[in-house]
């Protein structure tokens, strides 16, 4: 093997065995970085794919905080590793944007299993509207949706998409960025937006954000045996006439052995109340027009439907355990308190009343008639999600 391309391969190892972290390291030489990357970009093909090289490409982009304006956020502010790609500032019901005092209306989903979403589309079957990316299904792909914050007044407030390539055409992984896509990629605004969004979902694609490594992943395998308690959970979430989870968060493998996502991607109003705690309501009218008198619609606003008003896509479980706080709107801030809410909606009065009354769901959730033991079981089982069992068992 030529001596340039070993150089190459050991400059681009080098880069691939570095963690997320190191996207945020302050000290690190920009001349090296940029070095790196460009080394990755010389490689070849052979030995590292274009594929590979893009799935790289959308990691650095995801954490980059010079991609908001000001800089200081990125997309994993709001969707961090360590918190199953949810918002690592679980004190707050909703997520910051890059100027602290704005906030969006709502609670940052995972990005995890997020790969598995279908495009948002009427099941004319079923008579209901599934799929769609963000909770209220207004982005058909990942592509789409990653394009979306970078523009948002709120989160990482860039004027326009040309903001955002400039931002791209001067960081120090530039040089891959025009290997992958082409030298004179940066002189077409639109063309370069659409690759950063196909590099991003090409990250978020990868088996770090759908592992399927949980207890319940070994449980499944035969490689692992559920408590006493965790398994009389499983029971309950499965049973018709006590959780009746599963009827929403499939929890079985499906018919070619595919591992449960636990959702089935349809939309549902819980009859959650608004949240007072909630900063949207109180900041700037700017960002906020209607003030404390909001209501968030959800997919109702997406498909201009009123029959759908307050409706959100029904989540995966899926590391539910590490996503607190819960709901739409970041009302609950412990697992059990949700599980307690589906119990004792209709007969506890410290729930509150539904933000969106007209539209919720009284067959499935509000009095489910559940001991105390059940709950915590149920909590228990659901804690049996959380992905990174094999490596526990490892250490």
Known sequence: MPHHIKLLIIFASSLLLLGNTAFA?????????????????????????????????????????????????????????????????????????????????????????????????????????????????????????????????????????????????????????????????????????????????????????????????????????LSQQEQLGLEIFEAENKGNCAACHPSQPGENGQPPLFTDFSYDNLGIAKNSDNPFLSQDSAFNPDGEDFVDIGLGATVQDAAENGKFRVPTLRNVALTAPYTHNGLFTTLKEVVEFYNTRDSDTRWGQPEVPKTMNHDELGDLQLSEVEIDALVAFLETLTDGYARKIMR
């Open 25 to 225: 390291e302050n000290n690190r030489s920009r001349l090296l970085e940029k070095a790196r990357y460009n080394a990755i970009a010389k490689v070849p093909g052979k030995l590292i794919s274009s594929t590979q090289k893009q799935k790289l490409l959308g990691k650095a982009l995801f954490f980059d905080e010079n991609l908001s304006e000001p800089a200081g956020q990125s997309c994993a502010s709001c969707h961090h590793p360590d918190f199953a790609f949810t918002d690592p500032k679980q004190n707050i019901p909703v997520s910051a944007g890059v100027h602290p005092d704005r906030f969006v209306s709502r609670n940052s989903p995972t990005v995890m299993y997020a790969r598995f979403t279908p495009p948002l589309h009427f099941d004319e079957d079923e008579g209901l509207w599934l799929g769609g990316v963000f909770l209220d299904g207004r982005a058909a792909t990942l592509e789409e949706q990653a394009k979306l914050p970078f523009l948002g007044a709120v989160e990482m407030a860039n004027p326009d998409a040309a903001t955002v390539v400039n931002k791209v055409r001067n960081a120090a992984y530039a040089p891959l960025f025009k290997a992958l896509y082409g030298q004179d990629i940066f002189d077409t605004s639109d063309a370069a937006f659409d690759n950063i969004a196909k590099a991003i979902a090409a990250f978020e694609r990868t088996r770090q954000f759908s592992p399927f490594s949980s207890k319940y992943d070994a449980y499944l395998a035969g490689r692992a045996t």
